[in-house]
């Protein structure tokens, strides 16, 4: 929520870098926690917000949106705006 509605506070590099490795964590591992992931990531991507670490995770929703074998993943996968 953070993230997605009040513009006026600046994530730190430090903080968008957590964020990012709990939601690639969350994305691979555990599928209850994969649709917060990807509302994340999808609000980190509308705020043009950048880090290394992004690349990396874009890569894995990349992968997901075409080797997942649950349909759903695949679908939020492609939902996320790259």
């Known amino acids: ?6 513009e ?7 903080q968008l870098r957590l964020l990012l490795l709990y939601a690639e964590r969350d994305i691979q591992a555990d599928s209850s926690r994969q649709a917060t992931a990807f509302t ?3 609000a980190i991507l ?3 917000m950048s880090s290394p ?3 990396q995770v874009i890569q894995t929703i990349v992968e997901l949106s075409i080797t997942s ?7 939020q996968a492609r939902q996320v705006k790259i």
């Not at 006026?8 to 430090?14: G, M, R, T």
């Open 1 to 6: 929520m953070l993230v997605r509605e009040v």
């Open 8 to 14: 006026y506070h600046n994530i730190s590099k430090e």
């Open 40 to 42: 994340l990531l999808k």
């Open 46 to 48: 509308k705020r043009r």
């Open 53 to 55: 670490e992004l690349q």
């Open 69 to 75: 074998p649950m349909n759903y993943v695949r679908q």
